[in-house]
């Protein structure tokens, strides 16, 4: 099996609260990851040589510093890439660049207009200065929720923009409870080509308290595929788990079309699209989904 990604989702305890945020995190959430969660994870990364690790929370480099040390330091041979999503509000504390862990190669930088007001674009600035000058790379992800929020960059210096990436907000978690998603107006046909990104890219995931899952989004929420569905104890248990055999088995998400009527213009975000096919499956088969 090649995995080209490991993504730890190390907890979800922030220091923001954005309404957009998938894994609701805020401040009062507590849990990280064990010494056994941390073991499995070494294990994993070196039995199926993963070039990457990606690490999100929560916030990474605010409360998780000393398990993202201790899994880059157990490592033997030579290392992953090492990526780190953050919010960014590091970058206010005097010290900064102690933040940062040795061996990291990539920070991601997750700066919208939810996050905007805890930074100023000269804290951006000095980041991207940073990383160009110790050799990291550096990129910022940017979570739109309609596309009017396009604008503000235009105010952003001109090196800034040239490494934004923008993404849309998925109805999920929060931003589903709070009404924060992208949502178009209507269909795309295009959806219907695409396919499930974490198996598309070789997506390996860890959620502390939970295991390894192959689902990034949608899935992890929803009720109607069980818990015991979606994460497990080993990549082994993963890989021969019902829900991989059969996500992996799909080519394009028009596999899982059974009828057409109903769906919304919010159906064509991926995962979005990907949720609202197996429930309907699930309706018209009367099947349990273990898959
Ligand atoms: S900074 Fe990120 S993890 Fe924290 S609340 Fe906002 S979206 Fe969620
Ligand atoms: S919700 Fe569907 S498309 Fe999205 S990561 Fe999960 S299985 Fe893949």
Redesign the pocket.
């Known amino acids: 099996m090649n995995f080209s990604i490991l993504g730890v989702f190390l907890g979800n305890k922030c220091n923001l609260e954005c309404d957009h945020c998938i894994p609701r995190s805020s401040i009062s959430e507590k849990g990280k990851l064990s010494s056994e969660e941390i073991a499995k994870i070494i294990e994993a990364v070196e039995k199926y040589k993963i070039p990457m690790i990606s690490f999100t929370g929560g916030e990474p480099l605010l409360f998780y510093r000393n398990e993202i040390d201790k899994i880059i330091s157990s490592l033997k041979g030579e290392l992953p890439k090492i990526r780190i999503t953050t919010n960014g509000t590091f970058l206010k504390q005097s010290n900064w660049k102690d933040y940062i862990p040795r061996n990291v190669t990539e920070i991601r930088l997750s700066y919208d207009t939810f996050h905007m007001s805890n930074l100023h674009t000269s804290d951006l600035m000095k980041l991207l200065e940073f990383c160009r000058l110790s050799g990291l790379g550096f990129y910022i992800e940017y979570i739109l929720t309609n596309p009017t929020e396009m604008k503000v960059i235009t105010e952003f210096p001109v090196e800034l923009r040239n490494h934004i990436k923008f993404d849309l907000a998925l109805r999920c978690g929060r931003a589903k409870d709070k009404n924060k998603y992208y949502n178009p107006k209507h269909f795309s046909i295009e959806r219907l080509r695409g396919?499930?990104?974490?198996?598309a890219e070789g997506y390996l995931l860890y959620y502390q308290g939970r295991g390894f899952a192959?689902?990034?989004?949608?899935?992890?929420e929803t009720e109607f595929v069980p818990k015991e569905s979606k994460y497990f104890e080993t990549t082994s248990e993963l890989l021969q788990s019902e829900l991989y055999q059969f996500?992996s088995g799909i080519s394009e998400f028009s596999d899982l079309a059974l009828k057409f009527d109903r769906l919304e213009g919010a159906d064509s975000m991926?995962?979005n699209f990907?949720?609202t096919l197996?429930k309907r499956r699930l309706n018209n088969s009367n099947e349990k989904i273990n898959a």
């Not at 396919?195 to 198996?199: E, G, R, T, V, Y």
């Open positions: 396919k499930c990104p974490s198996i192959i689902c990034c989004n949608n899935l992890s996500l991926k995962c990907c949720e197996l």
